[in-house]
């Protein structure tokens, strides 16, 4: 497993908390972003710089993930990619993206941009909370752990 992490809009405590699973488990960590992200120096972690513009970072991401692989982000767009290509997608606030729910999930986003395009204000994410920062380490440390007892890693 690879996890791949969309850094852009990543929360920093999204990142750190990504950094020791990292550590703990040797699983390769890749940060894609189109600025630079700080990293520690830890041979299993690296920061991949792309160029600025719309999708750059998705694509990337899309071009290097393999099956299996693990990829962070609240992107839906590039969530469903990935699912598609058979990976695991995981939102910054703990919520599996998976081939049973990926499709509602576009349906939401679509009906938004759409009452958005008509100019319908529909406010934002929530503030991001201490509830989502755990909900996504529960969750990271379930999907780590199933890796680890199938690879014996």
Same mark, same amino acid.
């Given at each position: 497993?690879?996890?791949?992490?969309?850094? @852009?809009?990543?929360?920093?405590?999204?990142?750190?908390?990504?950094?020791?699973?990292?550590?703990?488990?040797?699983?390769?960590?890749?940060?894609?972003?189109?600025?630079?992200?700080?990293?520690?120096?830890?041979?299993?972690?690296?920061?991949?710089?792309?160029?600025?513009?719309?999708?750059?970072? @998705?694509?990337?991401?899309?071009? #290097?993930?393999?099956?299996?692989?693990?990829?962070?982000?609240?992107?839906?767009?590039?969530?469903?990619?990935?699912?598609?290509?058979?990976?695991?997608?995981?939102?910054?606030?703990?919520? #599996?993206?998976?081939? @049973?729910?990926?499709? @509602?999930?576009?349906?939401?986003?679509?009906? #938004?941009?759409?009452?958005?395009?008509?100019?319908?204000?529909?406010?934002?994410?929530?503030?991001?909370?201490?509830?989502?920062?755990?909900?996504?380490?529960?969750?990271?440390?379930?999907?780590?752990?199933?890796?680890?007892?199938?690879?014996?890693?």
């Amino acid at each position: 497993m690879h996890i791949w992490v969309d850094a @852009d809009a990543c929360p920093r405590v999204i990142r750190e908390i990504l950094f020791r699973a990292a550590e703990r488990t040797g699983v390769a960590l890749t940060l894609v972003a189109n600025q630079p992200v700080a990293i520690p120096r830890l041979e299993n972690i690296r920061s991949v710089r792309v160029a600025s513009g719309f999708d750059v970072a @998705d694509n990337a991401i899309l071009r #290097m993930l393999a099956a299996g692989d693990l990829v962070v982000t609240a992107d839906i767009p590039l969530a469903a990619e990935a699912v598609a290509a058979g990976a695991l997608a995981l939102n910054p606030r703990g919520q #599996m993206y998976t081939r @049973d729910n990926i499709r @509602d999930h576009l349906s939401m986003r679509d009906f #938004m941009d759409g009452l958005r395009d008509t100019g319908i204000e529909t406010g934002g994410p929530a503030p991001f909370s201490p509830g989502d920062r755990q909900s996504f380490a529960n969750q990271l440390d379930r999907l780590l752990s199933g890796y680890v007892r199938r690879t014996g890693s």
